[in-house]
Every structure is written in structure tokens, then in C-alpha cells.
């Protein structure tokens, strides 16, 4: 069946740190691939998404992402994470052949001083 | 952001009660769509319309109904509810619904009615 995965439930860093959220998906034509952020109390903010092109693509807020095709992964980095990333970050593929957009489960970012 | 408002924030409703829900987007948007959002779950996609066609039902039981009377506006009425049923739910708008019903436009979100079935 059609997936997205994110392995990390929870994941912390200090502020300061790097950040690495993971995200893979098991599609065989190249998807649509998307990064949402939802803070509390917050409906979903994109952060960036990727089509086709380069395959390491820019967001908001200083996010970044790299698609590798090798991998089935689209994996989301920010090199200094402030306390205001502390959010719940959704990956989300759109199936070239369903056309559907698929979320994954999510992974919340606690952020300690 | 106020592209994309929901009325109510909060909702509290007994199992026999009606209510519902209110989605309204700013953006000049045709296409709607309403996922349901519960802990440690994926989003679940519920309905589409695109130009005020319902799309898309996910096999959605019937307590819960949708209604578009116009691409700005998106409702979902609610009757004799389970305590499952309870969860975020999150109201969005994308352009349109994409290239033969296809969820590759970017989606823009409310900020969800929290609702607490009793």
C-alpha cells in the first residue's frame, strides 16, 4: 500500500542545534512531496514543497529539504533550530497515480533552551 | 493568518445533539476540503469540492454531512455523533482541485474547530 513514514515521533533538540526530520514514502513514480509545520492551537502552514528540478529545495523559516530519489526520502534540515520551531511537522506526498494527498503521522519538535 | 477562518475553535455536543461546522476561505479559492485530525494519527482526508462538486468522500459514515453553497464557503453539519468522532477538525483551500481531481495544489489550512462529543 501507498505510504508515508515518519520514523521519529518526538524528537528534541537544544536551540542552537541542527535539525533532521525524517520522512519516506514508498511510491514508484517520483510524488509530489510537501512539508507542513502546525504550531498549537494552529491549522498547517507550508514550509515548502517539491515538483520536479533541484532536488534540494528552500522553504520558510530557514527550512530546507533534499529529495533522493535513491532513498524514497525527502527529509527536512534547518542548520540552527530557534524555540519558535517547537511544532509538530507533517511530511505529505501526492501520489502521481491517485492524484491524493497522503500525510504522514507526524513528528513533534520540543526545542529546550 | 487569516485566509482560511473556523467557526467554532472549541465545540462540546452530546451524542444527540446537531451542530455545525463553518469553514470560510479569503484566498479566491475552488477548491474545499475538511480532514479530521486525531491524536497520533495521520490527517484523514474527509471531503473534496472543487467548484462546489463534491469530489471526494472517504467513506465518511453519514452522521457527518457536507455542504458548499459557494467555492467561499464550506460547511459540515454534524448529527447523533460518537465519543470517536471527537478530534481537530481542519478546514482547506487550495486553488483548485488539480489536474483530474489530483491534491498537488498547495493547501491552505484553518485552525481547526476542536470538537469533544459527550
Known amino acids: 500500500a501507498q505510504s508515508v513514514t515518519q520514523p521519529d515521533i518526538h524528537i528534541t533538540v537544544s536551540e542552537g542545534a541542527s535539525l533532521e526530520l525524517r520522512c519516506n514514502y514508498s511510491y514508484g513514480a517520483t510524488p509530489y512531496l510537501f512539508w507542513y509545520v502546525q504550531s498549537p492551537g494552529q491549522g498547517l502552514q507550508l514550509l515548502l514543497k517539491?515538483?520536479?528540478?533541484?532536488?534540494l529545495v528552500q522553504g520558510i523559516k530557514g527550512f530546507e529539504a533534499e529529495f533522493k530519489r535513491s532513498q524514497s526520502s525527502f527529509n527536512l534540515r534547518k542548520p540552527s533550530v530557534h524555540w519558535s520551531d517547537a511544532a509538530e511537522y507533517f511530511c505529505?506526498?501526492?501520489?502521481?497515480?491517485?492524484?491524493?494527498?497522503?500525510f504522514g503521522q507526524g513528528t513533534t519538535l520540543q526545542v529546550k533552551p | 493568518e487569516t485566509g482560511v477562518t473556523q467557526t467554532p475553535r472549541h465545540l462540546v455536543m452530546g451524542m444527540t445533539n446537531k451542530k455545525s461546522l463553518k469553514c470560510e476561505q479569503h484566498l479566491g479559492h475552488n477548491a474545499m476540503y475538511w480532514y479530521k485530525q486525531s491524536a497520533k494519527k495521520p490527517l484523514e482526508l474527509m471531503f473534496v469540492y472543487n467548484f462546489k462538486e463534491q469530489t471526494e468522500n472517504n467513506s465518511v459514515p453519514s452522521r457527518f454531512s457536507p455542504e458548499c453553497p459557494n467555492s467561499s464557503h464550506l460547511f459540515l453539519h454534524l448529527h447523533t455523533l460518537q465519543p470517536e468522532d471527537s478530534a481537530l477538525y481542519l478546514c482547506?483551500?487550495?486553488?483548485?482541485?488539480?489536474?483530474?481531481?489530483?491534491?498537488?495544489?498547495?493547501?491552505?489550512f484553518g485552525p481547526g474547530t476542536r470538537l469533544l462529543v459527550l
Open positions: 505529505a506526498v501526492v501520489s502521481s497515480n491517485t492524484g491524493k494527498l497522503i
Open positions: 517539491y515538483f520536479s528540478g533541484d532536488t
Open positions: 482547506a483551500s487550495s486553488q483548485e482541485g488539480g489536474l483530474a481531481g489530483g491534491q498537488q495544489e498547495t493547501q491552505y
